[in-house]
């Protein structure tokens, strides 16, 4: 079963623009990771944040996490037409190599 | 450095027919995982290994699924009397021993005419 949910589930915006997509689950985790994926084939691994990290930041990615609402948000600054794809956010358990849980993911499409 | 690789990249068979798929994990990864991706939905876990063992197999579905890393590197996904249903996307990951971040490959897309 999946254990998030993103949201939106699509997303259109200009290129230029900031996305953000928001994820929420629903047991406790160790870590959160954002994947993003193209044309429903193998996923990249984008930023991994810590239960007791609040945000992080790699490029034009930020991540916060909230673990007493248990979400997450992924924002993506400057979107470039090459942003687009879907994203989805996972959580592992609290012991080192747990499957990954993923939610449904949200789809974004960045006009040029 | 090689990154995970899977093969076929595509797979067509008929129902009630039986299949393998293959991944290939980055060389020293001793944890590998097999997730299964239907339109529209995020990976689902099927079964993961450390080393040779499968250290939790609770994803996979029924009794046709099975899986094998007999020498602790490549795996083999099984599937035997195919069903429309097994359509999807196969994906696989590979992770360090201490590894969070695992390392997907392109994934094999199975389609049960």
């Known amino acids: 079963s999946q254990q998030g949910e993103e949201d939106p589930q699509a997303l259109s915006i200009q290129e230029g623009e900031n996305a953000t997509m928001n994820c929420s689950y629903k047991?406790?985790?160790?870590?959160l990771q954002w994947y993003r994926q193209n044309s429903g084939r193998g996923l990249v691994h984008l930023i991994l944040i810590r239960s007791n990290e609040r945000e992080k930041h790699s490029g034009r990615l930020r991540v916060t996490l909230d673990t007493s609402k248990k979400s997450s948000s992924l924002l993506i600054t400057a979107s470039r037409a090459a942003d687009t794809a879907s994203y989805f956010c996972a959580t592992d358990g609290d012991s080192g190599n747990t499957p990954l849980v993923f939610g449904k993911g949200t789809r974004l499409s960045v006009i040029a | 450095g090689a990154g995970v690789s899977q093969t076929p990249s595509n797979k067509v068979t008929e129902k009630g027919k039986y299949v393998e798929l293959r991944c290939d994990p980055i060389s020293g990864h001793t944890a590998l995982y097999w997730y299964r991706q239907s339109l529209g939905q995020g990976p689902e876990f099927l079964i993961y290994f450390q080393g040779t063992g499968a250290a939790d197999d609770s994803g996979l579905p029924n009794d046709r699924f099975f899986a094998v890393r007999p020498e602790g590197s490549v795996s083999t996904l099984k599937i035997q009397r195919t069903e429309r249903g097994d359509s999807a996307v196969y994906l696989c990951a590979s992770s360090q021993w201490d590894g969070r971040e695992q390392f997907f490959g392109p994934g094999t897309r199975l389609t049960v005419l």
């Open positions: 047991t406790s985790i160790n870590n």
